[in-house]
Structures are given as structure tokens and as C-alpha cells.
T-cell receptor, first 111, second 115 residues
Framework: GEDVEQSLFLSVREGDSSVINCTYTDSSSTYLYWYKQEPGAGLQLLTYIFSNMDMKQDQRLTVLLNKKDKHLSLRIADTQTGDSAIYFCAEVWAGSYQLTFGKGTKLSVIP | DVKVTQSSRYLVKRTGEKVFLECVQDMDHENMFWYRQDPGLGLRLIYFSYDVKMKEKGDIPEGYSVSREKKERFSLILESASTNQTSMYLC??????????????FGPGTRLLVL
């Protein structure tokens, strides 16, 4: 398909791990991004991964990339109520400076 | 830290008014972008600019125009506001000189209500 696909909603209990999945469109995409949007705010860059990497870890965040399946995931360990937000994945195609965004996954953390 | 600011957090305008949304970045970025965000539709690119006085249409440019007279400032103009332009408007900038520099940094957003 032509769209970056994400599930719209995810609900987890505080302390559990959250896994947000994304399917992107172009196997030649160079960088893939995860952004976080808290209510009423702009988008905050969380992390990005270069397309020749399989995994990137940054504190509680783990990004996994499966280029063959064009699948990207974001795992948040020990999810906290402050992690409640909308998470967007995005890709940049080779030779472009435009980002293509998914529609966002709303993560709700239950205390 | 990169800082992208938008002139207003909230705006209320009437149908037919001319509306200016201003965005300023302080990191000497080449590229600047305007998106609108609507529930269930995600972010949609309206216009972007890769240099002063240069602009390119995004996915939904109809009803909008832009102006980039200085590198740090990118304005979005609604020539005659309509109710279907009620939305959250997000500005972003990126360095624009290589792949990793395409990381976009976003402002806080302007929530526009057109009555």
C-alpha cells in the first residue's frame, strides 16, 4: 500500500511493556522515525533508526526494524502514565527530505 | 536545542477572514514545513519550503498559500478562511543537507477554529 500503517489505539497497564507497530511503504527508505505527541502539543522526536540497522536501544525505548517485511516497532519498557500520548512513525524516502507519517497510535496507560 | 515557535497557540476567526500563521525557527534550517492535523487523518503536508522564497505544494495545498521572505520564518496564509479549515496546524523545520538532517523538529501547534 501507499500509506504508513499503524494501529490507532493501544492500552497497557502501568509497569508493563508497550509495543507499537508500524508498516512503512518503501524498502529504500533511509531513516525511520518515532515521534511522540502529548495532548495539545506538537510532535517531539523520540528516536530514529538508520535503515541498515536492525535494532536501536535508548534507555526504556527499543526500536526494531525488519526491512524485509518493512516493519518497524517501538517497545517501551516499564510503561508509565507519562507515556500516554500519540506515537507516530515516519519514513523518509531515499533522495527526499519529506517525511511520510502514519496516522498515529494512541497509547493509554492504565494505572 | 532546536526551537520552533508558532505565533499563536489558539486562534478563533470568522469565515472569509484572511488568516496568517507564523512560524520561526532558530537553527538556521534550510527546510520548513506546514502540516495540518485532524482526528483520524494524521498529519497532512500543506506546503514546504527548501530555501528562501522557494515553496513546494504538499498533499493538500488548496485554500492555502505560504511566504518565506527570511530563512527563519515561514508563514501560512488562509486567504479566505472556511469552516473546513478548522484544525491543528503544525510547523516543522529540518536542516536539509543530508539524510540524517531530515529529522524534522516541530513547533507546539496552533489550534485554529473558524466560525
Amino acid at each position: 500500500g501507499e500509506d504508513v500503517e499503524q494501529s490507532l489505539f493501544l492500552s497497557v497497564r502501568e509497569g508493563d511493556s508497550s509495543v507499537i507497530n508500524c508498516t512503512y511503504t518503501d524498502s529504500s527508505s533511509t531513516y525511520l522515525y518515532w515521534y511522540k505527541q502529548e495532548p495539545g502539543a506538537g510532535l517531539q522526536l523520540l528516536t530514529y533508526i538508520f535503515s541498515n540497522m536492525d535494532m536501536k536501544q535508548d534507555q526504556r525505548l527499543t526500536v526494531l526494524l525488519n526491512k524485509k517485511d518493512k516493519h518497524l516497532s517501538l517497545r517501551i519498557a516499564d510503561t508509565q502514565t507519562g507515556d500516554s500520548a500519540i506515537y507516530f512513525c515516519a519514513e523518509v524516502w531515499a533522495g527526499s527530505y519529506q517525511l511520510t507519517f502514519g496516522k498515529g497510535t494512541k497509547l493509554s496507560v492504565i494505572p | 536545542d532546536v526551537k520552533v515557535t508558532q505565533s499563536s497557540r489558539y486562534l478563533v476567526k470568522r469565515t472569509g477572514e484572511k488568516v496568517f500563521l507564523e512560524c520561526v525557527q532558530d537553527m538556521d534550517h534550510e527546510n520548513m514545513f506546514w502540516y495540518r492535523q485532524d482526528p483520524g487523518l494524521g498529519l497532512r503536508l500543506i506546503y514546504f519550503s527548501y530555501d528562501v522564497k522557494m515553496k513546494e505544494k504538499g498533499d493538500i495545498p488548496e485554500g492555502y498559500s505560504v511566504s518565506r521572505e527570511k530563512k527563519e520564518r515561514f508563514s501560512l496564509i488562509l486567504e479566505s478562511a472556511s469552516t473546513n479549515q478548522t484544525s491543528m496546524y503544525l510547523c516543522a523545520s529540518s536542516q536539509g543537507t543530508g539524510f540524517a538532517q531530515e529529522t524534522q523538529y516541530f513547533g507546539p501547534g496552533t489550534r485554529l477554529l473558524v466560525l
